[in-house]
């Protein structure tokens, strides 16, 4: 499932491609991949004529912001946009189609068929599912180390699925999680509020560093993720431990463990990252 990293790098690559650009039409070849409003059909008559002002990102959820609406497109696990001439044939699981004035197109196509666009009066969709409860933004300037102590102070959640829930932090994934992790010497099965301020500190540092990196890279591209022009991430190459389940740890040299945490497979490097039995406390 693409994570922060990915979604930021399709946001900027769609944003050089369609920002400006008109609705003629929409069409729609697979109505469940719109949840609002019910009917494609007024899906598609709602955007006509719309021209998209900007492209933006709220943790990894797609927006497209317009004249009148916004657009919250999440691409789930295999979803992706392209842009085409209309003249190019139509690919298989190509679902969702936005044909615009100047005679190109942007295509929605996802395999597995989970992906989800929500259409809302310009300015509400912040105030409505899916985003309304949606925490911090890692990339954004009010994601400041006392926001994120605030956020995990005296909770007795293990870390790891804690980071994984984005009522609290958005826009990590499994990848991420375990990298950062991994960077702050951190198991991710300790009890959030177990963790001192200086443990804090560092996984507040590592989430930076890692996100950084990953959106420079322009994501990971582990399973099938490639941005809007086609292009794959290359921050698997730089990743520490996630996918390398019995190889030597960088630092180390430790052989790196898998197991499942929160139903999620899990990187760990044993000696870097040790289970330490500590009382909760609030940073």
């Given at each position: 499932m693409p994570e922060l990293p990915e979604v930021e790098t399709v946001k900027r690559t769609l944003s050089q491609l369609v920002v400006g650009k008109t609705i003629g039409n929409v069409t729609v070849h697979?109505?469940?991949?719109?949840?609002?409003?019910?009917?494609?059909?007024?899906?598609?008559?709602?955007?006509?004529?719309e021209t998209i002002r900007s492209v933006e990102r709220r943790g990894k959820f797609l927006r497209f912001l317009m004249d009148n609406y916004t657009m919250v497109s999440h691409l789930r696990m295999e979803g992706r946009y392209g842009v085409y001439d209309s003249k190019d044939p139509l690919e298989t699981h190509t679902h969702v189609v936005f044909h615009f004035t100047d005679?190109?197109?942007?295509?929605?196509?996802?395999?597995?068929?989970?992906?989800?666009?929500?259409?809302?009066?310009?300015?509400?969709?912040?105030?409505?599912?899916?985003?309304?409860?949606?925490?911090l933004e890692p990339l954004d300037d009010?994601?400041?180390?006392?926001?994120?102590?605030s956020k995990l102070a005296g909770r007795s959640t293990k870390i790891k699925p804690l980071l994984l829930n984005q009522e609290y932090i958005v826009g990590l994934g499994n990848i991420y999680v375990d990298e950062s992790l991994f960077l702050a010497g951190i198991h991710?099965?300790?009890?959030?509020?177990?963790?001192?301020?200086?443990?804090?500190a560092s996984l507040y540092e590592a989430i930076l560093s890692t996100l950084n990196d990953a959106v420079a890279a322009g994501g990971s591209s582990v399973k099938s993720y490639v941005n809007g022009q086609g292009e794959i991430g290359l921050f698997q190459h730089q990743l520490k431990v996630y996918g390398h389940?019995?190889?030597?740890?960088?630092v180390c040299g430790a052989h790196i463990e898998k197991s499942v945490v929160a139903g999620r497979g899990t990187h760990v490097c044993p000696n870097c990252q040790p289970l330490k039995k500590q009382r909760s406390r609030k940073a």
């Amino acid at each position: 499932m693409p994570e922060l990293p990915e979604v930021e790098t399709v946001k900027r690559t769609l944003s050089q491609l369609v920002v400006g650009k008109t609705i003629g039409n929409v069409t729609v070849h697979l109505r469940r991949i719109i949840q609002r409003p019910e009917e494609p059909l007024e899906f598609s008559m709602m955007l006509q004529g719309e021209t998209i002002r900007s492209v933006e990102r709220r943790g990894k959820f797609l927006r497209f912001l317009m004249d009148n609406y916004t657009m919250v497109s999440h691409l789930r696990m295999e979803g992706r946009y392209g842009v085409y001439d209309s003249k190019d044939p139509l690919e298989t699981h190509t679902h969702v189609v936005f044909h615009f004035t100047d005679g190109s197109e942007l295509r929605y196509k996802d395999v597995r068929q989970f992906g989800t666009m929500h259409l809302f009066p310009l300015g509400q969709e912040l105030e409505e599912q899916p985003l309304k409860k949606l925490g911090l933004e890692p990339l954004d300037d009010a994601f400041t180390l006392e926001a994120f102590k605030s956020k995990l102070a005296g909770r007795s959640t293990k870390i790891k699925p804690l980071l994984l829930n984005q009522e609290y932090i958005v826009g990590l994934g499994n990848i991420y999680v375990d990298e950062s992790l991994f960077l702050a010497g951190i198991h991710p099965e300790r009890e959030a509020g177990s963790l001192s301020r200086q443990e804090l500190a560092s996984l507040y540092e590592a989430i930076l560093s890692t996100l950084n990196d990953a959106v420079a890279a322009g994501g990971s591209s582990v399973k099938s993720y490639v941005n809007g022009q086609g292009e794959i991430g290359l921050f698997q190459h730089q990743l520490k431990v996630y996918g390398h389940k019995g190889e030597p740890c960088p630092v180390c040299g430790a052989h790196i463990e898998k197991s499942v945490v929160a139903g999620r497979g899990t990187h760990v490097c044993p000696n870097c990252q040790p289970l330490k039995k500590q009382r909760s406390r609030k940073a």
